[in-house]
Nanobody
Framework: QVQLVESGGGLVQAGGSLRLSCAAS????????MAWFRQAPGNERVFVAA????????FYADSVKGRFTISRDNAKNTVYLQMNSLKPDDTAVYYC???????????????WGQGTQVTVSA
């Protein structure tokens, strides 16, 4: 099992940047693919980005491609989401998730953090 704790959310103006972190417990972090999802009020949880266990492959939703970067440090058991050029539409609760395979559907992930709020003002 793995436990996930997100941090780094907050309030930022449009055009600004934030970096989210997701710290994982357990010795097998490097075995897991990791992903970020987000959920705005009244909406479903949607895919943002994912990274393979080695960090060698990354995947992005079209809406964030070129603005967000996912990365991981297996020595620190942490995955990051660098968010640049933020827009009001990026406002949501951001969740990190872990599973053995990369997937874009939230239903494929067994482990979730509690979420961190990101609010982008116009």
């Amino acid at each position: 099992q793995v436990q996930l704790v997100e941090s780094g959310g907050g309030l930022v103006q449009a055009g600004g940047s934030l970096r989210l972190s997701c710290a994982a417990s357990g010795r097998t972090f490097s075995s897991y693919a990791m992903a970020w999802f987000r959920q705005a009020p009244g909406n479903e949880r949607v895919f943002v980005a994912a990274i393979s266990w080695s960090g060698g492959s990354t995947f992005y939703a079209d809406s964030v491609k070129g603005r967000f970067t996912i990365s991981r440090d297996n020595a620190k058991n942490t995955v990051y989401l660098q968010m640049n050029s933020l827009k009001p539409d990026d406002t949501a609760v951001y969740y990190c998730a872990a599973d053995y395979r990369v997937a874009r559907s939230p239903h494929e992930y067994d482990y979730w953090g509690q979420g961190t709020q990101v609010t982008v003002s116009a």
